[in-house]
């Protein structure tokens, strides 16, 4: 199947740094990667959808200039926190549309952030 | 997309079957019924997914009532490994994004 990496797979930062998280489809292309968040005992909250080549949609309440997202490339979505904060503290899961027919999405192993 | 309904949770012993329930009554001609689960602190995993017809893989097998207003994912045989958060999600054939409910946490027990 579809294999979707992460890296790295956890993070702590000191508040007001920033934060990259990249995602990778290791052995196919996609144009489209979406990143979630998910707190504690909650579910995945899509934050934003993203484009090789253009730039991000966002869901509506996600703050685009906190959290950047850049699709440079077919293989490659990079999640940037600005000037994290300890409420960004969560686990930051992407995933990518698969090379079939059907547009399932394929997860990365996600990543765990804690600002302190 | 239309919304599902899901129980929060279910167990199932080790060896048997596990038959995972959803309920999605406003779902449209076009819109798919997807399942993925997510084992604690790792991403989701794609299961399986169908639109009308019963579907099965080396995973499950997804039973989809005639009026496709709910559906029945099968695990033929549980094991501890498929303890997990399982998530039916209902998407449309030209839409891109899954959203995630609560799910139903799974419990096979030895």
């Known amino acids: 199947g579809a294999v979707v990496s992460q890296h790295p797979s956890w993070v702590i930062c000191k508040s007001g740094t920033s934060v990259k998280i990249e995602c990778r489809s290791l052995?196919?292309?996609?144009?489209?990667m979406f990143w979630y968040r998910q707190f504690p005992k909650q579910s995945l909250m899509l934050m934003a959808t993203?484009?090789?080549?253009?730039?991000?949609?966002?869901e509506q309440g996600v703050e685009k200039d906190k959290f950047l997202i850049n699709h440079a490339s077919l293989t490659l979505s990079t999640l940037t926190v600005t000037s994290a904060h300890p409420e960004d503290s969560s686990f930051y899961i992407c995933?990518?549309?698969?090379?079939?027919?059907?547009?399932?999405?394929?997860f990365g192993p996600g990543t765990r952030l804690t600002v302190l | 997309d239309a919304k599902t309904t899901q129980p929060p949770s279910m167990d199932c012993a080790e060896g048997r079957a596990a038959n995972l329930p959803c309920n999605h009554s406003?779902?449209?001609?076009?819109?798919?019924v997807y399942w993925y689960r997510q084992i604690h602190s790792q991403g989701p995993q794609y299961i399986i997914h169908?639109?009308?017809n019963n579907e099965t893989n080396e995973m499950a097998s997804l039973i989809i009532t005639e009026d496709r207003k709910s559906s029945t994912l099968i695990l033929p045989h549980a094991t501890l490994r498929d303890t997990a958060v399982y998530y039916c999600?209902?998407?449309?054939?030209?839409?891109?994004?899954?959203?995630f409910g609560k799910g139903m946490k799974l419990t096979v027990n030895p």
């Open positions: 995933s990518a549309i698969g090379p079939s027919s059907y547009n399932e999405q394929f």
């Open positions: 052995d196919f292309q996609a144009t489209t």
């Open positions: 993203s484009n090789e080549g253009s730039k991000a949609t966002y």
């Open positions: 406003t779902i449209s001609g076009n819109e798919y």
């Open positions: 169908g639109l009308k």
């Open positions: 999600i209902v998407k449309g054939g030209g839409s891109e994004k899954l959203v």
